[in-house]
Structure formats: C-alpha cells, structure tokens
C-alpha cells in the first residue's frame, strides 16, 4: 500500500468534508462562532507557509464582540503546526469581533489536523474546529521543460526578427539592422532534474 495516494485521498475528504461541514459554532447562551478564513486550508510544508485561521464572534443579535479571549489549540503530535513556537496561541478579538491565529507554521508531517479555538466571553464559552491538510508538494519536472522550451523559442523568434529586419527599404534607403540581447545568466542545457 502506497501511503503518499492514500494521504491525498484523505486530503481530498477532508476538503469535501470542510466544504459541506458548518461554519458557525453556537453555545446555549447565544455566543456564535464563525469561521471566516483557514477552513480547509492545504498548508506546503516545503516552504513551511500555511493560511493564518480568522474566526469572528458575534452575539446572539449578531453584534460582534470585542475583547473576548480566543485559543487556537494545534495538535501535539502527527500533521499539526505552530504559531512560531508554540502549540497554543491566545489572543482576543478586535472591534470587529475577530481574532487571528497569526504566525502559523505547518510542521513537517504531512496529512489532515484540526485547529481547536475556543472562545471565551462574560463566562460564556464557544468552540469550533478548523480542518486543514499539511502537503508536500512535488516540484514539476514539465514546467522546467515548458521553461526551456520558451526560452529558447524566444530566443528563435528575436533572430527571426532581427534577420528579416535588416532588408533594405522600397526608397532605396538600406535599413539598419536591429540588435537583440538576451541574457538570462549562465545556462546549461541538459535533462531536467
């Protein structure tokens, strides 16, 4: 059994599940929990870059909250990350009633986790998940070829040009050739690798 297909499948669960699943937590006492930005979020764990969680809590008239502590909780082990070194982040929510898990970073494990955040207001407490995948990414060999293969077309087309440009003109007047540089550094051409 082939584990890297097997992740992605899940991921692809994961995803599907993430889209038809609720955004909005809610607690008796009218405390809602929105989701508005991370939920299914595929973070590369190659460059270590993931999308920072944003949650927004409004009360039971949808006003938003101000001031309320919020913990984004990441897992301890497996596919997970941090918020720069730490598992936990507190914050609190601004006047727009959100709060942001800044400083994400996914950890070298790749597969699906969830964020736990927990929002805390007058005594009152809300919770909500947010599902995300880790992914390795392969680097594609075909748009080094695709790369190449325009460069040197580029270059093809530049001598066409300056070639058909250097006839002489119907006034009897000889046009001056037109010059072309391409530089792109040093180069070496050989297969992809």
Known sequence: MQIEPLWRNLGLIWIVVAAVAPAVAADADGLNLRIIEGQGSINNVRTRSARAPIVELRDDQNKPIAGASVTFQTPFTGPGATFGSERALLTQTDSEGRATGRGLVPNAVTGPFEIH?????????VSASIRQINASPAESRSSRKVLWISL??????????????????????????????????????????
């Open 117 to 125: 955040v927990t929002a805390v207001f007058n005594s009152n407490v």
């Open 152 to 193: 040197a077309a580029g270059v093809a087309a530049g001598g066409v040009l300056a070639a058909t440009h250097g006839h002489s003109s119907s006034s009897g007047v000889s046009s001056v050739p037109s010059t072309s540089t391409l530089s792109a550094g040093t180069s070496t051409f050989g297969p992809p690798q």
